[in-house]
């Protein structure tokens, strides 16, 4: 259980504090959509340590794409908002 509460000095008693709730529940979605993409990234590290040296652009792109939801999607407020890339064929 989370309390999110702050003291009303005008009225002398500790009230709800809405405001402190929301940018909690928006923190725990953020927790869960970085968990979510690093563990997409990491499905893909073996690609970038092939011995071959090659890695497909489509692969590099879905990559970057990852890396960069926080940045590009910073209004989204919960994990089913997120524009997941998709993950390439080849």
């Known amino acids: 259980i989370h309390y999110h509460l702050k ?3 005008s009225k002398k008693e500790v009230v709800k504090d809405d405001t402190a709730k929301t940018a909690w529940e928006l923190s ?3 927790k869960r959509i ?3 993409r ?3 990234i990491a499905e ?3 690609m970038m340590l092939s011995d071959t040296g090659t890695v497909s ?3 590099k792109n879905y990559r970057k794409a990852l890396r960069e939801i926080p940045q590009s999607q910073d209004s989204v407020k919960t994990f ?3 524009d997941w890339p998709d ?3 080849s």
């Open 57 to 59: 652009a489509a692969w």
């Open 7 to 9: 003291w009303n000095a």
């Open 44 to 46: 893909t590290d073996w």
């Open 34 to 36: 970085r968990a979510e």
């Open 38 to 40: 690093d563990s997409l």
């Open 28 to 30: 725990e979605e953020w």
């Open 87 to 89: 993950k390439p064929s």
């Open 80 to 82: 089913a908002d997120i």
